[in-house]
């Protein structure tokens, strides 16, 4: 049988009742199978078939396993719509989340001002499901900086930045000015 590019069936050329249609010999030499499961495995037997005879079927390192066409690594939905900026106030959580596209998938890296974040007891790194997420816990005033999420796999890189601004509360420890204290005829 040969299946071309296209066709919604494979044509009989050698077999049946006689050589079959022996019309295009080879007009085809690839072919894309859809509806194969992801994950799953699949063996395909290949042959060369000309006037001769049909030729061996090829040698295969076995099963072959479906996954997506290798893709560069881009964020999905990140546009200008999305938030460049992003406030927190100080004693939340900042929670970056950032969906992408790429495959195979694509090392992830956050980083602070240019230097990597490594996931330890304060902050935490997930990748699933097409979703990379960083969440640092807590966050204070020096929190406030240029951070950015880079994805990378063989086919190319992409690096996505936002600004975080930490905001608190004025600091009312003893020797700070509060409000309270300034009379309406005095001046500073």
Same mark, same amino acid.
């Given at each position: 049988?040969?299946?071309?590019?296209g066709a919604k069936e494979g044509e009989i050329?050698?077999?049946?009742?006689?050589?079959?249609?022996?019309?295009?010999?080879?007009?085809?030499?690839?072919?894309?199978?859809?509806?194969? %499961?992801?994950?799953?495995?699949? *063996?395909?037997? !290949?042959?060369? +078939?000309?006037?001769?005879?049909?030729?061996? #079927?090829?040698? &295969?390192?076995?099963?072959?396993?479906?996954?997506?066409?290798?893709?560069?690594?881009?964020?999905?939905?990140?546009?200008?719509?999305?938030?460049?900026?992003?406030?927190?106030?100080?004693?939340?959580?900042?929670?970056?989340?950032?969906?992408?596209?790429?495959?195979?998938?694509?090392?992830?890296?956050?980083?602070?001002?240019?230097?990597?974040?490594?996931?330890?007891?304060?902050?935490?790194?997930? %990748?699933?499901?097409?979703?990379? *997420?960083?969440? !640092?816990?807590? +966050?204070?005033?020096?929190?406030?900086?240029? #951070?950015?999420? &880079?994805?990378?796999?063989?086919?190319?890189?992409?690096?996505?930045?936002?600004?975080?601004?930490?905001?608190?509360?004025?600091?009312?420890?003893?020797?700070?000015?509060?409000?309270?204290?300034?009379?309406?005829?005095?001046?500073?």
């Open positions: 049988m040969r299946w071309c590019e050329i050698v077999g049946g009742n006689g050589w079959g249609n022996q019309s295009d010999q080879l007009n085809c030499t690839k072919y894309t199978v859809s509806g194969l %499961v992801d994950g799953k495995e699949y *063996e395909f037997r !290949v042959a060369a +078939v000309n006037k001769a005879a049909p030729g061996e #079927y090829a040698k &295969t390192e076995g099963p072959i396993q479906a996954r997506p066409l290798d893709v560069a690594p881009h964020a999905a939905s990140f546009s200008a719509f999305s938030p460049k900026e992003i406030i927190v106030r100080a004693g939340e959580d900042l929670k970056i989340t950032v969906p992408f596209v790429g495959s195979p998938a694509p090392q992830v890296t956050f980083a602070k001002n240019g230097d990597e974040i490594k996931p330890d007891g304060n902050n935490q790194v997930t %990748v699933k499901d097409g979703i990379t *997420e960083l969440i !640092v816990l807590k +966050v204070k005033g020096d929190d406030t900086d240029l #951070y950015s999420r &880079t994805l990378k796999n063989h086919l190319g890189q992409e690096t996505v930045q936002m600004t975080v601004i930490v905001v608190d509360k004025p600091d009312t420890s003893e020797g700070a000015l509060n409000i309270s204290d300034i009379k309406p005829d005095s001046c500073l």
